[in-house]
């Protein structure tokens, strides 16, 4: 299944940037394939992203464990901003 998901940032992309793809290793343990990545035009601070994952109940027993969570808000992601679209094709 294929998710959009959006999340505002208070560390800037470049730092969000790092840091995810530092973590590829997790997500292909938990067989999340990220597709497209990157943040607005006018706006470095508004990340976007397209996944490929197994379920959205999957997904979102991920984003609550303590590990996502550290990993996100050590990148900067600013969690209550964070949105999530599952792509019904």
């Known amino acids: 299944m294929k998710v959009i998901t959006s999340v505002e940032l208070s ?3 470049e730092h969000w940037k790092e840091l995810f793809l530092s973590n590829e ?5 938990n067989q999340i394939n990220v597709v497209a990545y990157g943040h607005e ?5 508004k990340v ?11 997904m979102m027993s991920l984003i609550n ?10 990148a900067g992601a600013i ?3 964070q949105r999530m679209i599952k792509l019904i094709t």
């Open 11 to 13: 560390k800037g992309y």
């Open 25 to 29: 290793d997790f997500r292909q343990k």
């Open 41 to 45: 035009a006018d706006n470095e601070n």
């Open 48 to 58: 976007w992203a397209v996944m490929d994952i197994p379920s959205m109940e999957h």
């Open 65 to 74: 464990e303590p590990e996502m969570i550290k990993l996100r808000e050590e």
């Open 79 to 81: 969690l209550e901003t």
